[in-house]
């Protein structure tokens, strides 16, 4: 069955203080891996999408990567406004399957 | 920036009655989607629509859900006599061009069955 497992479920950090967010999968054939941010009572936005291992993509504090059964959000330096939950969804035939997401506050 | 519109922004029902939640895709995108989003849990995957049919759908997406593109700018999601375990946030989403580009999320329409 195909799957995606989020980790940790919350993170809190200091304002400065970089950290990871993983994202396992299992999947029979992965067509691309998605990160969003999502705020609360907001849809999902869009940050990067790797379509395979090895592949890095970077966005101003962030820097997504991924090999082939999992995938790191890094986040350098983060501020408050980075504070949302993150969700990794990976692609399946037309659909995604997305996890649980991680929820990151940020404090000053 | 482009955006996807969803209305209404939250809907309240009685449980067996039919909702309709409306959503206004970005203009040049071909692909939409909905999804939804109980409480607490993961965004699952309810049904792609592409060149005015289903492309795919999920185990939740049963004979009491339809979806329509009645005109060229709108796409609606209808069910057809809700249940309490239909009370979600539901998401419309839009891509120019299938899911292995970004999808483009809405802001969604809280429904609670009561």
């Known amino acids: 069955e195909d799957q995606v497992t989020q980790s940790p479920e919350a993170l809190r950090l200091q304002e400065g203080e970089s950290s990871s967010l993983n994202c396992s999968y299992t999947?029979?054939?992965?067509?691309?891996l998605f990160w969003y941010r999502q705020d609360p009572g907001k849809g999902p936005e869009f940050l990067f999408t790797l379509y395979s291992a090895g592949e890095e993509k970077e966005k101003e504090r962030l820097k997504a990567t991924l090999t082939k059964k999992e995938s790191f959000l890094h986040i350098t330096a983060p501020k408050p406004e980075d504070s949302a939950t993150y969700l990794c969804a990976v692609q399946v035939t037309d659909k995604l399957i997305f996890g649980t997401g991680t929820r990151l506050q940020v404090f000053p | 920036e482009p955006e996807v519109t969803q209305t209404p922004s939250h809907q309240v029902t009685q449980m067996g009655q039919e909702v309709i939640l409306r959503c206004v895709p970005i203009?040049?995108?071909?692909?939409f989607y909905w999804y939804r989003q109980i409480l607490g849990q993961k965004v699952e995957f309810l049904v792609s629509?592409?060149?005015?049919?289903?492309?795919?759908k999920s185990e939740i997406f049963d004979d009491q859900f339809s979806v329509e593109r009645p005109d060229g700018s709108n796409f609606t999601l209808k069910i057809r006599s809700t249940k309490l375990e239909d009370s979600a946030m539901y998401f419309c989403a839009s891509s120019g061009s299938g899911t292995n580009e970004k999808l483009f999320f809405g802001s969604g329409t809280q429904l609670s069955v009561l």
């Open positions: 203009s040049n995108h071909l692909y």
């Open positions: 999947v029979s054939g992965l067509r691309g």
């Open positions: 629509f592409y060149n005015n049919e289903i492309s795919e």
